[in-house]
């Protein structure tokens, strides 16, 4: 007996000592590894140009239409090995359910959810309960590095699913919203990287040439891409509120380069009346519509480059958010779709 206590006296310091170390090492490795995404980061902004964004096979879809919920829901019925979820409102109830049966067909299901809704605080607590008693990993996000978790992600296997809309049902039926859905290799090992880092509660740097993701390089890229203007602009826009955006577009209207953004209509969000009169008042062309609800967020310039995400034209979005978008080569024919749909959104004012 006597032996066995010098034995744990002698071994024991020696296990703290090394467990100790390891963890040491570890958080060292870890900051550097941080350290050397940021600098990567800094470095790919300061070379950053549109010439940089590259091509991507990708399919965009539009809402208001279910078949948009159809098709997700069943991405997550056929998925055999992960689904990862972050989002800002998830109140869907078919996407909840396939997410629960997911994991009881033994797929790694992850869900991080905003706490805290602008507006509707706790609006998230009914499915983060769900999800939690049927055995599904779901987390909040870390309040700490983010003012919100605005993000709205999908990664389902090897697709990756990036939109302008929540998990709600008013996404899918009544709201004006895009759909990125891709699978490029590079973007959706990044994507994946960002969101565990995030559930974790961790700080990352990662992106791509096409990928926006705030509060890394979303000002940065997005303020690039409307300077690269030469033709025209037109923007969907929730809302909108940023000095240095609306500067970029009054120099470019100078330049005799017309835009044309369709908002939300006041009476859906009431913070537009200012903002509106703003972009008025510097000859933008802005239009509003009721009917769909205007909730996406995107770009068209030149007919060339376009940005589809969950960043709003807004300080807070583009500067303390969690947010993610993507910048993509437009085609003739999705030019051509976006054109007409955006036409039909906000249609010009005929006097």
């Known amino acids: 007996m006597f032996c066995k206590k010098i034995l744990f006296l002698v071994l024991f310091p020696v296990f703290l000592f090394t467990s100790c170390t390891n963890e040491y090492w570890q958080f060292h490795e870890q900051k550097q590894t941080l350290k050397t995404e940021k600098q990567k980061t800094i470095e790919s902004l300061q070379d950053f140009s549109v010439e940089k964004i590259e091509s991507r096979d990708i399919e965009i879809l539009a809402t208001p239409d279910k078949k948009v919920l159809d098709r997700i829901v069943s991405m997550i019925e056929e998925s055999e090995k992960q689904v990862f979820v972050e989002v800002y409102i998830f109140t869907e109830k078919r996407i909840l359910q396939a997410l629960k049966d997911a994991k009881k067909r033994w797929v790694d299901v992850r869900v991080v959810l905003e706490k805290n809704v602008f507006g509707a605080t706790g609006i998230n607590s009914k499915t983060f309960k769900e999800l939690q008693n049927a055995g599904v990993s779901v987390t909040y996000d870390n309040s700490k590095l983010y003012n919100f978790v605005h993000t709205k992600l999908l990664l389902i296997d090897d697709t990756y699913i990036i939109t302008t809309g929540n998990l709600s049902y008013s996404s899918f039926t009544t709201n004006r919203e895009f759909y990125i859905i891709g699978r490029n290799p590079t973007d959706l090992q990044t994507l994946q990287n960002i969101f565990l880092a995030d559930f974790e509660g961790k700080q990352t740097f990662e992106s791509t040439p096409n990928l926006v993701i705030s509060p890394i390089n979303s000002r940065k890229k997005i303020e690039i891409l409307l300077t690269s203007a030469k033709k025209d602009i037109f923007l969907y826009a929730e809302n909108f509120w940023d000095e240095s955006i609306l500067n970029i577009l009054s120099q470019k209207v100078t330049d005799g380069i ?28 802005v239009r509003t519509s009721k009917k769909p609800m205007i909730h996406a967020k995107r770009a068209l310039i030149d007919d060339i480059y376009s940005y589809i995400g ?7 979005s583009l500067d303390e958010n969690r947010e993610i978008g993507i910048l993509t080569k437009s085609s003739p024919d ?3 779709t976006f054109h007409t749909l955006f036409e039909s959104d906000c249609p010009k004012i005929t006097k």
């Open 258 to 285: 017309p835009i044309t953004i369709c908002m939300a209509d006041p009476t859906k969000v009431s913070s537009n009346t200012k903002a509106i009169a703003l972009l008025k008042s510097r000859w933008i062309d």
């Open 310 to 316: 969950s960043e709003n034209f807004s300080t807070n």
């Open 334 to 336: 999705t030019s051509k």
